[in-house]
């Protein structure tokens, strides 16, 4: 693999109600969610910067998404302090699995969420 090239190119968080997910996610982040759908398969985008390698990824609601806390755990960017999404989390319906911990001085911090579908979802942040 090319050592340029980008280790993650895309990520789907499994959601159960789409309208519930997309509100959560909108309001921990502060972001709008344009909804794309294709056929049985409705998604609810992540922001990106198209073109330079910064893709992102969706929530996604099809009967082959399913939600879990168990396998494989994302890191979503808290910067410029994950305290403000960690801050939005409880009221926008979530939980705090992990509270927010220092990984090092050099990588930042990291918490971990649970979504309003079930998702452990991790935060990282440089402060």
Not at 1 to 12: G, I, P, R
Not at 30 to 55: A, H, Q, R, S
Not at 107 to 116: L, P, Q
Request: proline share 6%; glycine share 10%.
């Amino acid at each position: 693999m090319d050592s340029k090239v980008n280790t993650l190119n895309w990520f789907e968080i499994a959601v159960s109600d789409f309208d519930r997910a997309k509100k959560f996610y909108e309001t921990v982040f502060g972001i709008t969610m344009p909804v794309m759908e294709f056929g049985p398969l409705k998604m609810g985008m992540f922001p990106m910067e198209p073109g330079n390698g910064k893709l992102s990824g969706a929530i996604c609601k099809s009967d082959f998404h399913k939600p879990s806390a168990e396998g494989v755990l994302v890191y979503m960017n808290g910067n410029p302090d994950l305290s403000v999404a960690l801050g939005k989390v409880e009221a926008a319906g979530g939980k705090i699995m992990r509270p927010k911990t220092i990984i090092s001085p050099e990588f930042g911090y990291m918490a971990v969420m649970i979504d309003t579908e079930g998702n452990a979802i991790a935060l990282h942040s440089q402060k």
